[in-house]
């Protein structure tokens, strides 16, 4: 990934003049501005094997000026931040911007390479392939897809349980997160399913208005049509970390009450 990042950035930065090293590539004192990338460890295991964290430092001479300095940074910013980076391994990722590195509100100088230096970091986050053997999803989350794709619009991929190929964003992707059957008098029971959904945009703007209006939408409607029955739609919840380079996420439970003789199809 991290070539495919520094090949990314060769294409975008032209300022940089093609000088894109990793860590160990660096030559002495080298000719300014470029950039060195390097993978920083992911400390969240949430994470593990979804996403990476990649850190671009910026090399500038030291009489570059703020409005220099600042127009660098963005350019980086814009190759990195929304963008599709695909390999021949197969994989695809879209890179999110993490909270400020170290530097950035006040630029470090790096004695072995003469150079001012600001860093920003990048959470890599890694778009799953689809599945193609997948069974097609079950009713309660047919219910989600369809409310999904009427509130989202066509512009969105609207998936159940794993990302579409090629990386294609903005993206929804909904997967069940557990079931639960509570008895009720008279032999009735209240079945309840929880499902979890992960929006990813080509901004952070996107991303959380997409989650927003999803939220909402699920929140009015109280009830969702499956089949011949109506599910009811119990607290959505939206969370959302932008600094720390996340999808928008959105928890919610439907329910709806069966009869014993039915507990095993739940649904």
């Known amino acids: 990934m991290l070539q495919t990042v520094k090949e990314q950035l060769v294409r975008m930065v032209p300022a940089a003049g ?9 030559p002495p004192l080298p000719a300014k ?9 992911e400390h969240d295991p949430a994470w593990s094997g979804l996403r990476r964290v990649v850190a671009v430092r ?23 931040a929304g963008r599709l980076l695909t390999a021949g391994a197969g994989w695809a990722a879209t890179g999110l911007r993490l909270g400020a590195g170290a530097g950035e509100a006040e630029d470090g100088y790096e004695p072995l390479w003469g150079a001012v230096v600001r860093e920003l970091r990048f959470g890599m986050v890694i778009l799953q392939p689809a599945w193609d053997g ?6 309660w989350l047919e219910a989600l897809l369809a409310l999904s794709r009427t509130v989202l619009g066509e512009e969105w991929s609207v998936q159940a349980h794993l990302w579409p190929a090629g990386g294609q964003l903005p993206a929804l992707l909904w997967r069940p997160a557990g079931v639960e059957a509570l008895a009720k008098s008279s032999g009735l029971f209240e079945i309840r399913k929880a499902f979890r959904a992960e929006l990813r945009g080509r901004s952070a703007v996107e991303q959380l208005e997409g989650a927003e209006r999803l939220a909402a939408a699920l929140g009015r ?27 928008a996420r959105i928890a919610v439970t439907l329910s709806r009450t069966a009869a014993a003789a039915k507990l095993a199809e739940l649904g």
Request: aromatic share 6%.
């Open 18 to 26: 093609g000088r894109c090293y990793g860590p160990e590539e660096v």
């Open 33 to 41: 501005p470029f950039v060195v990338v390097a993978e920083v460890f």
């Open 58 to 80: 910026i090399g500038m001479a030291p009489e570059t000026g703020p409005a220099e300095r600042a127009e660098l940074a963005l350019a980086v910013e814009r190759a990195l």
């Open 134 to 139: 997948a069974e097609p999803p079950e009713a």
């Open 221 to 247: 409607a109280g009830k969702l049509p499956c089949g011949e029955s109506q599910l009811l739609v119990k607290e959505p919840i939206l969370s959302y970390r932008p600094a720390a380079g996340e999808p």
